[in-house]
């Protein structure tokens, strides 16, 4: 199968290429990063092509000379810059997935995967969210994928195009540069493992559901092969660790490896205001798990942070560390 994987060398994109390679399919990459290092080792067998999103005959050209048969579109502008620049976000995460949609619909591409993120639940979220809990975004971010998870709903209804959403909580794995609010899991795991001190940016007793980047790969996976009978809510909350842990949870299972990991805490006020207003603590995954198929390889902290550090140590270059 032709594939395109917008967001495709990014943090889960790169991964989700090499799988589909992996396959047996043809893959093809769309973005505008210029970090190939994560695509390094499988550069030749895939095709890399360099656009923005917002630009629709970027877009067009790809799907259209490529016959791509199927989209995963995970390009967008993450949570941090989203705020610092909401009109680039705009244009990015709402214009840019409203291309991705009509490309698909232009050119008979027959179905769109969409990656979504936690932050569409916010005001009035209680302590457990599901597929049907109310989403009050309060991020630019989380905005603009709610409108595209609805934007979604629509081309499905409308155009009969297969639209399947996913979304994720704070995704876990190395090589990650952008600070955002959930980032201290990844860099209390990746710094002592490269025998870097860290200084985590939020209080020891700060809680946010998460999962590991190959469950998110593997998630992604699922849920395009599914047969279409089992898609039925669409757009799907995907977990993974349970319970949610604390970031000194993190540290004392990194410390299970790592004794004299150098970490200290030093709370960001901006951060921690984030989570003060933060009250999701179970990310409720059943309908994924019930309708196709849905459960993490990865499910406890001591099998995420014992991976981690093996990929940390073992593929540097790999994850550009």
């Known amino acids: 199968m032709r594939i395109l994987v917008t967001g495709g060398t990014g943090y889960i994109g790169a ?27 499988i550069a030749d067998d895939l095709t890399v092509i360099r656009g923005t ?10 799907v259209k000379d490529h016959r791509i048969e199927r989209i995963f579109h995970l390009g967008s502008m993450l949570s941090t810059p989203s705020q610092a620049n909401p009109w680039a976000s705009f244009q990015v995460n709402v214009v840019g997935t409203m291309n991705v949609f009509e490309a698909a619909r232009l050119f008979d591409v027959p179905q769109v995967i969409f990656s979504s993120t936690i932050g569409t639940f916010a005001l009035g979220a209680a302590s457990v969210v599901n597929d049907f809990t109310i989403q ?19 081309y499905k209804n409308r155009f009969g195009l297969d639209y399947r959403g996913i979304r994720f909580p704070s995704v876990i794995g190395p090589g990650t540069t952008q600070r955002t609010v959930a980032q201290y899991n990844s860099w209390m795991i990746e710094y002592p493992a490269l ?3 860290f200084e985590c940016f939020v209080t020891p007793a700060t809680r946010g559901p998460g999962m590991y980047f190959k469950d998110a790969v593997r998630s992604l996976q699922l849920i395009a092969d599914a047969p279409i009978k089992s898609i039925q809510t669409l ?12 970031a000194s949870d993190v540290e004392a299972a990194v410390r299970e490896h790592i004794p004299d990991a150098m970490i200290t805490y030093k709370p960001d006020p901006a951060i921690m205001e984030y989570y003060a207003s933060a009250k999701v603590k179970v990310f409720d995954d059943s309908y994924a798990r019930h309708e196709w198929g849905w459960t993490p390889v990865f499910g406890s902290l001591g099998e995420i942070v014992s991976d981690f550090i093996t990929e940390v140590r073992t593929s540097r270059s790999k994850y550009g560390l």
């Open 15 to 41: 991964e989700l290429a090499r799988a589909l390679l992996n396959q047996g399919h043809d893959v093809v990459t769309f973005g505008p990063s210029s970090n190939l290092g994560r695509i390094a080792d």
């Open 53 to 62: 999103l917002e630009h629709k005959a970027e877009v067009f050209n790809t």
């Open 235 to 246: 757009n799907y909350n995907v977990g993974g660790l349970s319970p949610t842990p604390t």
């Open 136 to 154: 009050r975004p309060t991020t630019m971010y989380g905005s603009g994928k709610l409108y595209c998870e609805c934007l979604g709903r629509f």
């Open 195 to 197: 025998d870097k001190p």
